[in-house]
């Protein structure tokens, strides 16, 4: 049965139901994606979106499509908005990794200013589809323990938290301007209460903690930063800068390595790279 008899067969049986239609399209876009045929992939999965906004598999099916087709910005957006879903989805982490690398080595350091705007997942949408998800979407190895703590699944935060996070942030971000590394960290943690999903708090507190000699709490933040996006350059790097203040030569050199595949002309990790390895001989 061809794929334009399996959709009609269905269209036939279902009620004009959008979900419904949007699950056959989505199921149709699987089928080309298997069948090499990307471009009929992406406009189904298009379709599908349409008619039932964020759903991770026609999320999925449509960057893996945009990603064969190179189509490297669009697949990475599309990689974003699934974990925004749920964060513990292994392809979208994997696929969010080969894009970073990709758009890094076609457009610079600077690649992420090129990105089109990331939708927003609204609260209602994200608490709906990541039960959906849990389904049938494979997840990502649960993250080891770091200092006894195991790491658990957050809850999404409502908007109110994430406005309210956001602009704690900020606060932080303003106090690290001022060289107030102390205060900063506790505008940070705030931040972190009301939205612990929020990548670049975690780095930008692990500065802070670099700032204040606390090296096993930027070490900490900064597997947290990784273990929600694992290509977070400043991530990799402060968490470099930690490793070498605590001694750890392996690990700092490690770190860099995984960086310089990110970022292969990066100066700073290259010095810092020198540095380590001149320490370890």
């Known amino acids: 049965m061809s794929n334009n008899e399996y959709l009609l067969l269905f269209l036939a049986s279902y009620k004009k139901n959008p979900e419904d239609l949007a699950i056959l399209y989505s199921n149709r876009a699987a089928s080309y994606l298997k069948d090499g045929n990307c471009s009929e992939c992406v406009k189904d999965c298009d379709t599908s979106l349409q008619l039932f906004p964020f759903n991770v598999k026609s999320l999925l099916r449509r960057a893996a499509a945009c990603e064969a087709l190179e189509r490297y910005r669009h697949a990475y957006i599309d990689y ?10 292994a392809a979208a982490h994997d696929g969010t990794n080969r894009m ?44 080891p323990q770091q200092n006894g703590i195991k790491k658990t699944d957050k809850p999404a935060p409502s908007d109110k938290d994430m406005k309210k996070a956001q602009a704690l942030k900020e606060e932080g971000n303003s106090l690290v301007k001022k060289g107030e590394h102390k205060k900063a960290i506790e505008k940070y943690s705030q931040s972190l209460k009301l ?40 991530a990799l790097y402060r968490r470099a800068q930690a490793h070498k203040e605590l001694k750890d030569l392996k690990a700092c050199v490690d770190d860099l390595n995984l960086l310089l595949k990110v970022e292969p002309k990066n100066t700073a990790a290259l010095k810092l790279l020198q540095e380590a390895q001149k320490k370890k001989k």
């Open 80 to 89: 974003k908005t699934a974990l925004q879903i749920d964060c513990n989805i």
């Open 195 to 234: 939205n612990p999903n929020e990548i670049t708090t975690y780095t930008n507190r692990a500065l802070c903690y670099l700032s204040v000699k606390q090296y096993r709490d930027a070490v900490r933040d900064c597997s947290e930063a990784l273990r929600m996006d694992g290509g977070s350059v400043k």
């Open 100 to 143: 970073t690398k990709a758009l890094t080595e076609a457009d610079g350091p600077s690649w992420r200013e090129k990105l089109p705007p990331i939708p927003t997942v609204p609260l209602s949408v994200r608490e709906k589809l990541a039960q959906q998800a849990a389904g049938g979407v494979p997840k990502a190895n649960p993250a």
